[in-house]
C-alpha cells in the first residue's frame, strides 16, 4: 500500500499527537479534556478505518450473492461502545471542573495548586 | 441457577445499582448495597469452589457460542480475585453506613451507595471476562464510578485529585482499546482464549509487539506502578474513608489480574517474557517502587497519604513477582495480591475510625490515640506489622515467597531490596506507632473508641491478616494453582 493509500491511519497518528499533546501541555481544565476528546476520536477512526475492506458493501445478506464482500462490522459495533464510553467520560470530566471552578474558583491548573497550598 | 452464576454475580449488582440510586433514602439504598455485595460475596465464594473442584467454568453469554459470542471463563486465577473483590466489598459497605453518613452529605449519600455498587460491578465485570473488548467496558464503569466515588471527599483538593486520575485513568484505558484493536486486526477475534490460539501465528509482525506495548503501558497505568503512579496518592488521600478502604484494596489488585491474563493466558509466558523480555523492564521499575515510595512514605505527615505510598511500594512486590515468571514467582505476586488486601483494607479502615472520631488523619493530630482509641490503633498496629512482614502475619508469608522466588533465580540483590522495602516499611509504620503510643493524650477532646460497626470490618480484615498468616496453606494453594495454570504446567 502506498503511503496515500494509508492516508487513515496518518490522520489518526496526527489526530492522536494532537489530542495527547494538549492533554498534557494545556493547563486549562476544560482545555484538557478537549484532548483528551481529540485524543479518543483519533481510536475511533482507528477501529472504523480497520473494519472497511477495499470494494466491501455494507454487511447486509444479499440473496444469491455468494461473491459479494462485505465490511466487517464487528470493529464499527465496538466503536459505538467506545464513544458512548468517551460521552461518559467527558460527561464525568466537565461536570468535575464545574465542582473545581465553584470550589477553587478558578480552572487554570497552576493556579489551583497555588490554591492548594 | 448456579448454571448461570458467572454472570448473575455481574448482573445483579448492575441491577442494584440504578435500584440504590432510584431509592433515594440513604438507609435504604446502603440496604441494598448490603444484599447486592453479600450476594456477590456468596456468588464469588461458590464459584470459587466450583472451579476447585472440577476446574475452569466457561460461561457462553445468551447461548452465543464462543469465539463469537462474549465468553465468561473462570479459573483459579481470576475466581481468587472475584472472592478478594466480592470480600473487601461485603465488609466495606457495612463499615460504609456510619463513616459515610459523616463524612458526605446526606443528599448525596444514595448516589454514593450506587456508584459504589457499580465499582464493585465493574471491577467483578473484569475479573470474570474472557473477552479482552468487555474487559475494556467494564474498566470503564468501575473507574468512571471511582472518580465519582473519590470527588465525593470532603476536602476539596478530592476534585482536582479525581480529575487528575479521571485523565491519566482515560489515557490508560484508551492505550488499553489501541492494544485491543491492534491485536484484532492481526487475528479477527476478541476472545482471550482464541487470541492466544491466533497470535503465536502472527506474533513476528510489527503489529503485535506495539499492540503488547500499548496494552503494558496502559494496564501498569492503571495498576499505579512506578512512574504512572502520580494519580494514586491523592485519590487515596482525599477519597472519603470508606472509598479508599475500598478502592485501595480492589482497584489495583484487579488491574495486576489483567496484567497477568494478558501477558500470561493472551500473549504467553514466552512471547512475553522471551521475545519482548517484558521483566527487563518491569524489574528494575518495581524495586525503584519498592526502595523510593517506602523512602517517601517515611516524610508524609498525613497517614493516608503514608499508607497510599506504601502502597505503590507494595504494588512493587507484586510486579516483582510477576516478572521472575516463575511458578515461586507468580504464586508469590498472586498471595501478595490478597495479603495486601487483607493489610491495606484493614490499615485504611483503621484510619477510617480515627477519620469518625478525630475528623483528621494527620498525625500532629493523632498524640496519644493508642489510649482513646485502643482497638483502633491496635488494628492498624496489627496491619503494619503485617506490612512489615512480621511472622505470623500474611505480609510474611508473601514476602517468604518472594524472597525464595528470589533466591531460586539466584538473584540475591533483589532479595535483599525486598528486605529493605521491610525495614524501610517499619520506619513509617513506628512513625505512626511512636505518635499514637508514646505520647501524652490531649483530655480536652475527649476522644472516645470508633463504634462497633466500623471496628467489627475492621476487625474482620486484621484476624484474616493474622488467620492466613498462620494458616497460609489455603491461600498458597490457591495462588499455585493460579500459578500454574497461568504458566501452563499444569
Given at each position: 500500500m502506498t503511503a496515500l493509500g494509508l492516508f487513515n491511519y496518518w490522520a489518526v497518528i496526527f489526530l492522536m499527537m494532537v489530542g495527547f499533546y494538549t492533554l498534557i501541555a494545556r493547563g486549562n481544565l476544560v482545555k484538557k479534556i478537549i484532548g483528551l476528546n481529540i485524543f479518543q476520536t483519533s481510536v475511533f477512526i482507528l477501529y472504523i478505518t480497520m473494519g472497511k475492506i477495499a470494494g466491501g458493501t455494507a454487511p447486509i445478506f444479499v440473496k444469491g450473492g455468494e461473491d459479494v464482500i462485505y465490511s466487517n462490522p464487528i470493529p464499527h459495533v465496538l466503536i459505538l461502545t467506545a464513544i458512548v464510553v468517551g460521552v461518559a467520560t467527558s460527561a464525568v470530566g466537565l461536570s468535575l471542573v464545574i465542582r473545581i471552578k465553584e470550589a477553587f474558583g478558578t480552572i487554570e491548573e497552576d493556579e489551583i495548586q497555588d490554591e492548594s497550598l | 441457577m448456579t448454571h448461570h452464576l458467572p454472570v448473575l454475580l455481574v448482573v445483579v449488582p448492575l441491577v442494584a445499582a440504578p435500584i440504590a440510586a432510584l431509592l433515594n433514602r440513604p438507609r435504604l439504598s446502603w440496604g441494598v448495597a448490603v444484599a447486592a455485595t453479600l450476594w456477590a460475596l456468596y456468588a464469588a465464594l461458590e464459584l470459587l469452589s466450583q472451579t476447585m473442584a472440577t476446574g475452569a467454568i466457561h460461561y457462553e453469554l445468551g447461548g452465543w457460542a464462543a469465539p463469537y459470542g462474549i465468553e465468561y471463563v473462570v479459573d483459579p486465577a481470576n475466581a481468587w480475585v472475584v472472592v478478594i473483590v466480592a470480600l473487601i466489598g461485603a465488609l466495606v459497605t457495612p463499615y460504609a453506613r456510619k463513616s459515610v453518613e459523616q463524612e458526605i452529605t446526606e443528599d448525596r449519600i444514595p448516589l454514593f451507595y450506587a456508584a459504589f455498587i457499580l465499582c464493585l460491578t465493574g471491577l467483578l465485570g473484569i475479573a470474570v471476562t474472557g473477552d479482552v473488548f468487555n474487559v475494556f467496558v467494564f474498566l470503564e464503569i468501575s473507574s468512571l464510578s471511582a472518580y465519582a466515588l473519590i470527588a465525593l471527599g470532603n476536602d476539596r483538593r478530592a476534585l482536582t485529585a479525581s480529575f487528575q486520575y479521571l485523565i491519566m485513568g482515560s489515557v490508560g484505558a484508551t492505550f488499553i482499546v489501541i492494544g485491543i484493536g491492534l491485536m484484532y486486526v492481526m487475528?479477527?477475534?476478541?476472545n482471550m482464549a482464541d487470541l492466544a490460539d491466533r497470535l503465536p501465528e502472527v506474533a513476528s509482525s510489527r503489529t503485535i509487539p506495539v499492540a503488547f506495548t500499548f496494552l503494558t503501558v496502559g494496564i501498569t497505568l492503571k495498576l499505579a506502578l512506578f512512574p504512572l503512579h502520580l494519580w494514586l496518592p491523592n485519590a487515596y488521600t482525599y477519597a472519603p474513608s470508606a472509598v479508599t478502604a475500598f478502592i485501595a484494596s480492589t482497584a489495583t489488585k484487579v488491574a495486576v489480574y489483567l496484567l497477568l491474563r494478558f501477558f500470561f493466558t493472551i500473549f504467553g509466558a514466552t512471547f512475553s517474557f522471551d521475545v519482548m523480555q517484558l521483566d527487563r523492564i518491569l524489574m528494575p521499575l518495581a524495586l525503584i517502587a519498592i526502595v523510593t515510595m517506602s523512602l517517601v512514605a517515611i516524610y508524609q505527615e498525613n497517614v493516608k497519604r503514608l499508607l497510599a505510598y506504601s502502597s505503590v511500594a507494595q504494588i512493587g512486590y507484586m510486579v516483582l513477582g510477576i516478572s521472575f515468571a516463575s511458578v515461586l514467582g507468580l504464586t508469590a505476586g498472586i498471595l501478595h495480591l490478597f495479603n495486601h488486601a487483607l493489610m491495606k483494607g484493614a490499615l485504611f479502615m483503621s484510619m477510617g475510625c480515627v477519620m469518625y472520631r478525630v475528623g483528621s488523619v494527620r498525625l500532629e493530630q493523632m498524640n496519644g490515640l493508642g489510649r482513646a482509641m485502643p482497638w483502633t490503633m491496635a488494628a492498624f498496629v496489627v496491619g503494619g506489622l503485617s506490612l512489615i512482614g512480621v511472622p505470623l502475619t500474611v505480609g510474611f508469608v508473601s514476602k517468604w515467597y518472594l524472597v525464595q522466588a528470589a533466591l531460586e533465580q539466584g538473584m540475591w540483590p533483589v532479595a535483599g531490596v525486598v528486605l529493605l522495602g521491610s525495614l524501610l516499611a517499619l520506619m513509617y509504620v513506628w512513625k505512626v506507632v511512636e505518635v499514637a503510643y508514646f505520647r501524652e493524650v490531649d483530655p480536652e477532646l475527649g476522644i472516645s473508641e470508633a463504634p462497633l460497626s466500623l471496628l467489627a470490618p475492621t476487625w474482620v480484615l486484621v484476624l484474616g491478616n493474622l488467620y492466613f498468616g498462620i494458616n497460609a496453606s489455603d491461600s498458597v494453594g490457591v495462588a499455585t494453582r493460579a500459578a500454574e495454570m497461568l504458566l501452563g504446567v499444569l
Open positions: - | 487475528t479477527g477475534t476478541l
